[in-house]
């Protein structure tokens, strides 16, 4: 089995499971968080982490998974890199809070100039820090209805913006994101993604029959949908968006809290297209795990509202900020790079699945290391996790049916090809274990028309 670099490893080779599981610790906790946590989270698999180093993770019994999830595509630098580690502690030695909303603290303006400098803009940029994606996608909402005086926003069919009122309202990823919570944020409108002739439904229906485009203040899309399935759109259909928005006067905001970052092989995934936005959202990755999250606007865009139109206590702390500009020089001293060609590699590796279980996999897709494997049902998809899961690979399912492989922007040839090795045997798994159940039950079928003939 590869030998996987990692402090944690030792002589021992990543993935190393040493219990069943769950072991018997991870068993004994889960039975006490249940009992003290909210039953709202959605816990994918009984994992429970004690330490990490790059792309290996420890559980509390002991065993080494090689995570392909990275804390849903959060550890763009892997677990604890050194680098961001000593920043952090040097960060915390001197300052560990101050509010930049009610004075001037000197990391978070170079934090948001450094943001500002890599924006995919042609002008100058300006940044606000928030401590989350949703936060951000709120912040959007607002700076957009405030800087353009219109009410209504548009959001996509499949994109996932977030959990609080405002963005779960722009989300349609899954309905459950919904149910019980209504009314949620009036003027939200959602419009079909990815194909270019999706586009017509902004002139054909939603201007014509709903609401007038000089009412619009905002079309908000994720260049790849995240949550929603790791859908890449067509060409063509990012640069449709910003001929309605440019147009009619409307704001395009960019959603890369989870395709931003260098996750896609470059910074943002919008240059993949030429497309630039209005507003641009990044998270997650940023800041390699710690809670940070900015809203990167034009500068004449962001000069529209003014003190105390929005702020935030802790968003852009210190140390967040600290972690965010060390992960920023290292996604350009060769991370970014390291993304496409891992994902090229990846890619390669996972596409022979459609063709080795054509009933199973319907398709395998990506951009970077944004990797999908889709399932014919999303029971198949949740079985292929599990048996993942069971032979030390974290991966984590999105969409209906899908399983994304989401790893970080440090992961090596050989872990990528350990991970395809692992993920393949899942899959074949999965259609072994459904082929005997097709057999068994047309042999069931059979007894019982032999039976009904006797």
């Known amino acids: 089995m590869t030998q996987t670099p990692s402090r944690l490893a030792g002589a021992r080779s990543v993935p190393s499971i040493v219990t069943e599981l769950p072991g018997p610790r991870a068993r004994a906790h889960i039975e006490m968080d249940h009992s003290v946590t909210s039953p709202s989270l959605p816990r994918a698999y009984p994992i429970v982490p004690v330490r990490g180093d790059g792309l290996t993770v420890e559980d509390i019994d002991g065993n080494l998974f090689l995570d392909f999830a990275a804390g849903i595509a959060v550890t763009s630098t892997g677990h604890s890199h050194p680098r961001v580690v000593g920043r952090v502690q040097e960060q915390a030695e001197r300052l560990l809070h101050f509010s930049a909303s009610d004075f001037y603290l000197p990391i978070y303006a170079e934090t948001c100039r450094e943001l500002a400098r890599l924006a995919p803009f042609a002008g100058p940029a300006r940044a606000y820090l928030g401590n989350s994606g949703t936060e951000v996608v709120e912040a959007s909402i607002k700076l957009a209805r405030y800087a353009t005086g219109r009410p209504y926003v548009v959001a996509f069919l499949g994109g996932f913006h977030g959990r609080t009122y405002g963005s779960v309202s722009l989300t349609a990823s899954k309905a459950k994101y919904h149910a019980g919570f209504g009314p949620l944020l009036p003027g939200v409108f959602h419009a079909p993604f990815g194909h270019v002739e999706d586009l017509r439904w902004f002139d054909e229906v939603l201007f014509d029959k709903l609401v007038p485009a000089a009412e619009v203040a905002a079309i908000i899309v994720e260049p790849v949908q995240g949550e929603g399935g790791y859908v890449i759109p067509e060409d063509g259909f990012l640069q449709g968006l910003r001929r ?148 030390g690979l974290l991966v984590l399912e999105c969409g209906r049916s899908t399983v994304r492989m989401s790893p970080a922007l440090t992961v090596s040839q050989e872990e990528m090809a350990t991970a395809v090795r692992l993920f393949s045997e899942a899959v074949a798994e999965v259609a072994t274990r459904n082929g005997e159940i097709l057999r068994e039950a047309g042999l069931a079928g059979a007894i019982t028309g032999v039976e009904a003939a006797i």
């Open 244 to 391: 309605i928005c440019d147009a009619h006067g409307i704001l395009l905001i960019a959603d890369e809290i989870q395709s931003g970052a260098g996750r896609t092989g470059t910074m943002w995934a919008v240059e993949h297209w030429g497309v630039e936005p209005d507003i641009l959202l990044t998270a997650k990755g940023i800041a390699s795990g710690l809670p940070l999250a900015a809203m990167i606007a034009r500068a004449d865009l962001m000069t529209a509202w003014g003190p105390g139109a929005h702020g935030s206590t802790y968003g852009g702390n210190p140390l967040a900020c600290a972690a965010a500009l060390e992960t920023i020089a290292l996604l350009e001293g060769g991370l970014v790079d390291n993304a496409r060609r891992r994902g090229e590699q990846g890619l390669a590796g996972l596409r022979p699945l459609a063709a080795h279980h054509p009933d199973l996999v319907r398709d395998v897709r990506g951009i970077g290391l944004m990797l999908a494997v889709e399932f014919d049902t999303g029971a198949h998809a949740e079985e292929a996790q599990w048996a993942a899961f069971q032979r």
